[in-house]
């Protein structure tokens, strides 16, 4: 939830506003980042309320006037579309000293990149979301199931890995079209859909994301503080920085963001968990997987 980001600030706004100027936010939450660029008529008519409701809260957020607001918002679309080829040629990436000074330079900017975005992200994470994520996962009688992208699926293996050492009914997504239909053909209320999705967003997760909630389930998306479209049909948003000291945007704080949720899931299910813990040692000992 960089400073900046839009639908983040509208969401922060959301305890803070009158009535009126709430709707005006979930309609922009809705259909974001699309309903920015309405007129504040459509706005208006949208959200049941007056053009003028419309300005003050956009001028809430920190913004002159509405085509203040929607400026802000075509500069995070450019960001939010960056790719690695984009951010190496407008940054200069790969410009840099030689040899040992190079190396020092190199360890030290990793260093305070990395650190502050951390930082950042734990304590910009909103609680509310980070307790019901914890929920979510925690609760046994609901199915938890995790899919990835290009890079990101092995955040959702490596946070599935943890949660199967912690509860039953937990799974990956299939790779195959026959058994990934069969997963959403059978979605209920009680599914958990996890779902990691990072700039350059990939639209099947918005297609995953909408038939869970269509069909009742939940979905907990982790992804960076543009927010991916899957958003809107999220019921946990878990956002994090991204900033690297290269041209590819960085999963770091998404890791530690990770290591905080188990911390949590374990501490909810307390001694249950342990016994899994336990359980599941004695198992593989037995089995020689150890």
């Known amino acids: 939830m960089a400073s900046g980001t839009l639908a983040d600030a509208i969401r922060l706004k959301l305890g803070d506003v009158s009535p009126a100027e709430r709707k005006v936010a979930r309609v922009l939450l809705a259909g974001y980042p699309a309903s920015g660029f309405e007129t504040i008529a459509v706005l208006a008519e949208r959200a049941a309320v007056s053009a003028p409701t419309v300005l003050r809260f956009v001028n809430r957020l920190g913004y002159r006037g509405f085509p203040d607001f929607q400026a802000a918002l075509r500069g995070e679309l450019d960001e939010r579309n960056a790719s690695p080829l984009s951010l190496y040629e407008a940054t200069g990436y790969g410009r840099a000293t030689t040899g040992e000074d190079r190396d020092s330079e190199l360890l030290q900017r990793g260093s305070n990149v990395f650190s502050a975005a951390v930082a ?164 593989a000992r037995r089995m020689d997987l150890y």
């Open 120 to 283: 950042q992200t734990l304590a910009e994470l909103p609680p509310h979301d980070l307790q019901h994520a914890v929920r979510l996962l925690s609760d046994g009688k609901r199915r938890i199931t995790l899919a990835g992208g290009r890079f990101t699926n092995l955040f959702a293996q490596y946070l599935g890995l943890h949660l199967m050492q912690l509860r039953d009914d937990v799974r990956f997504l299939p790779d195959r079209d026959v058994e990934r239909t069969a997963v959403f053909a059978a979605l209920h209320r009680r599914d958990v859909f996890v779902v990691f999705d990072y700039r350059r967003y990939e639209q099947d997760k918005v297609a995953m994301a909408q038939l869970v909630q269509e069909h009742g389930g939940k979905v907990v998306l982790f992804t960076d503080t543009w927010l991916s479209p899957a958003a809107t049909h999220a019921e946990v948003v878990l956002p994090s920085q991204v900033a690297a000291p290269s041209p590819y945007d960085s999963l770091v704080p998404t890791l530690a963001v990770i290591e905080t949720v188990v911390a949590g899931v374990i501490t909810a299910l307390g001694e249950d968990a342990h016994q899994r813990m336990r359980h599941g040692e004695e198992t």
